[in-house]
């Protein structure tokens, strides 16, 4: 799929700041471009035309770009559009549950070209994804254990891992379930998110590793977190890598080959 074939709803109020991101796009090569200016307007016409991607402001005049990402996710046909936030808004607990709701990408304004440049590629890879193909493993046999306490989250990482192939994943809620089912099944593969309740991901790393005493299956870290004094006590205690959220699919398949494969 060419960038050029790319279908988008831009939702802005500003418009300036529609006039910015519509040159951008169409210096990628983009023209199908829908734009309004609501929430509401979105919800009306995405329910007749979904399209590829959706671009949205976080402020609108009816609601937030959270709640309009919040709708979208809870609508059957309409849960996995693609979804991009533009926004100047910086706080961390304002942003997050757009992260942990599975975004293509959070650009600031103003952004970077080759920034907006690399989400468009990251739709076109969950739109057309191409499978992993891996030396040392049959990708459709492993067997995946996800942790997360957002059931929105665990959705979406669960689409992207399919779609590259993996296909046999078990999910679990916090840190607490998954060492219940980690008692009694062996998994190739461990992603679990950091901040959850009951158990987060750096105690659950530190009882694979210690408790269980299973230094060889790869931990795969997915998070929000920036803070770097708490990474550097992840990744002591002992996960194979740190990927961010929202994340790219490239990311994904790059990490996976070398936590897998070397």
């Known amino acids: 799929m060419n960038l050029s074939e790319l279908s988008i709803l831009l939702i802005e109020p500003s418009a300036m700041q529609r006039k910015v991101i519509l040159t951008h796009l169409k210096k990628e090569g983009v023209d ?12 009306d016409l995405i329910s007749h035309y979904p399209p590829d991607l959706i671009i949205s402001s976080m402020y609108l005049p009816d609601m937030t770009a959270t709640d309009l990402l919040a709708t979208i996710r809870k ?3 309409l849960k996995d559009i693609n979804f991009m936030l533009v926004s100047s808004e910086t706080n961390y607990k304002t942003l ?14 103003p952004f970077d070209h080759a920034d907006l440049r690399r989400a468009l590629r990251t739709t076109v890879d969950y739109i057309d994804p191409e499978e992993m193909e891996l030396e040392n493993y049959d990708i459709t046999e492993l067997k995946v254990l996800l942790v997360d306490d957002s059931s929105t989250a665990r959705k979406h990482i669960t689409r992207v891992l399919n779609n590259l192939g993996l296909q046999q994943i078990e999910t679990a809620n916090n840190g607490l379930e998954a060492v219940q089912i980690l008692t009694g099944q062996e998994f190739d593969l461990i992603v679990t ?4 309740p009951e158990m987060d991901g750096q105690q659950l790393t530190e009882f694979v590793r210690n408790e269980m005493g299973n230094t060889y299956v790869p931990i795969l870290m ?30 994904i398949r790059e990490i996976l080959y070398r936590v897998l494969d070397e």
């Open 32 to 43: 199908k471009i829908d734009g309004v200016e609501t929430g509401q307007e979105a919800l």
């Open 75 to 77: 609508t059957d046909n």
């Open 193 to 196: 998110d950091l901040n959850m």
């Open 96 to 109: 997050d549950p757009i992260r942990q709701a599975g975004v293509v990408a959070i650009l600031p304004k």
């Open 222 to 251: 997915v998070t929000s977190e920036h803070d770097a004094a708490r990474l550097g006590h992840v990744q002591q205690a002992g996960v194979s890598a740190i990927c961010d959220k929202p994340f790219e699919p490239k990311s």
